[in-house]
């Protein structure tokens, strides 16, 4: 469907891999559309009393995905008259009941993607703790599994090379919100 004939979203989720710029391209996007942004992983910790890191420690991953699951469970059963921009973390939206959930919900996702060189040297110069971004060979391997269920997405958007506000732009005209 060509984004001009779409329905306009109450919700849209970014996905793609660890350092897609999901977080800073949705909070950008937000303010670009005078929506609301949110991340999932922050409603996730808030919920837990801990931090993403300190769950795969503490719990294991299982329980993270657990935990991930119930956040967009409820994320979604909230109804609201605005847009809302949300940040999946990097294997929400690879978990098929997530993706489902998702669909099911008539939800627009958008793909961010960009090379896994690119997504690496990104998530190294954020310095941000994440529980699954080791060596990059196993990165590149994660990223290889998971990118068939990342183009189920209904947009794609390229961001290598790209500042931020560029990618936001550039996500708001592929939603036909600009
Ligand atoms: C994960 C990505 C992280 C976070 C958690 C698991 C993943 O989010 O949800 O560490 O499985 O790829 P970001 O994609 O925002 O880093």
Request: some cysteine; glycine content about 8%; hydrophobic content about 40%.
């Amino acid at each position: 469907m060509k984004p001009s004939l779409r329905p306009r979203p109450t919700v849209a989720f970014l996905v793609g891999f660890m350092g897609a710029g999901k977080t800073s391209v949705g909070r950008a996007l937000g303010q670009l559309l005078n929506g609301k942004f949110e991340d999932l992983d922050d409603r996730i910790e808030a919920q837990e009393g801990r931090s993403i890191e300190q769950i795969f420690r503490e719990s294991g991953e299982a329980e993270f995905r657990r935990a991930e699951s119930a956040a967009l469970s409820e994320l979604l059963a909230e109804r609201n008259s605005f847009l809302r921009v949300v940040a999946l973390g990097g294997g929400a939206f690879a978990q098929a009941q997530n993706a489902l959930l998702v669909q099911e919900a008539g939800a627009v996702t958008v793909f961010l993607d960009a090379p896994a060189e690119e997504l690496y040297r990104r998530c190294a110069q954020e310095g941000r703790e994440r529980p699954l971004c080791r060596d990059f060979e196993q990165f590149r391997k994660l990223l290889d599994e998971r990118r068939p269920s990342y183009l189920k997405a209904t947009l794609q958007v390229d961001t290598s090379g790209k500042a931020i506000n560029v990618i936001a732009a550039e996500v708001a005209c592929s939603l036909g919100l600009r």
